[in-house]
């Protein structure tokens, strides 16, 4: 069973809309870490957030804000205020406090900000 | 140079060349791992090094070869590849092999198998 469900294949919007993405992930372990990375297309994953387990708090970072939440096992990405330079494809990955850094990767989102 | 550097970017082979991808980065960290990203699928690990060490293969062929010379570089030789290995080749590194390290990457190295 894939630990990582990115539900979402492709979003598209017009510049300025909010969208949000969806990381729904699985896992036994009590400690565990959740990531968001970017890749443009220049092809490079960009580092974005990470989120310990026992910390619920949502950030937000400028236009970028991050919903995690236990009890659905999930932790979403927001961005408010969408521009173009926010097309890419974005990943959600865990990594399981287990003491390996194996990462598990979703699929991934591929969002288009039409202008 | 900063982060991680891969060569070379674009690489078009055949079934039975020989080549190798180079990874290097520059962050002083001692874990390094190569990744397989298809489309449409979940980026697939292939190896970690930690401190130099092999600590992981997911069941890759045997025609992929990983190196690891020191904490910096990292290699992946290739060899009588398969059409369907052709993808984006990445390499990525972090401070050691702890879960919640995050993991930096490089852009990748397009290979293409004919």
């Known amino acids: 069973a894939q630990k990582v469900t990115q539900a979402q294949t492709e979003i598209s919007v017009v510049e300025k809309e909010d969208v949000t993405l969806d990381c729904v992930y699985e896992?036994?372990?009590?400690?565990?870490?959740l990531f968001w990375y970017k890749q443009p297309p220049s092809g490079e994953l960009v580092f974005l957030i990470r989120?310990?387990?026992?910390?619920?708090q949502n950030e937000i970072s400028g236009r970028y804000s991050w919903n995690f939440q236990k009890s659905t096992s999930s932790f979403n990405f927001t961005i408010t205020a969408s521009q173009v330079v926010d097309s890419a494809v974005y990943f959600c990955?865990?990594?399981?406090?287990?003491?390996?850094?194996?990462?598990?990767f979703g699929t991934g989102t591929s969002l288009t900000v039409i202008p | 140079e900063t982060g991680v550097t891969q060569t070379p970017r674009h690489l078009v082979m055949g079934m039975t060349n020989k080549k190798s991808l180079k990874c290097e980065q520059h962050?002083?960290?001692?874990?390094m791992y190569w990744y397989k990203q298809s489309a449409k699928k979940p980026l697939e690990l292939m190896f970690v090094?930690?401190?130099?060490?092999?600590?992981e293969n997911n069941s890759v062929p045997s025609r992929f070869s990983p190196e690891c010379p020191n904490s910096s570089h990292l290699f992946l030789h290739l060899h009588t590849l398969q059409p369907e290995d052709s993808a984006l080749y990445l390499c990525?590194?972090?401070?050691?092999?702890?879960?919640?390290?995050?993991?930096?990457f490089g852009p990748g190295t397009r290979l293409t198998v004919l």
């Open positions: 090094y930690n401190f130099k060490e092999q600590t």
């Open positions: 896992t036994r372990d009590t400690t565990y870490y």
């Open positions: 990955a865990l990594s399981e406090g287990s003491g390996r850094n194996q990462f598990y």
């Open positions: 962050l002083g960290h001692n874990a």
């Open positions: 990525a590194s972090s401070l050691d092999f702890i879960a919640y390290n995050e993991q930096f």
């Open positions: 989120r310990n387990s026992f910390d619920e």
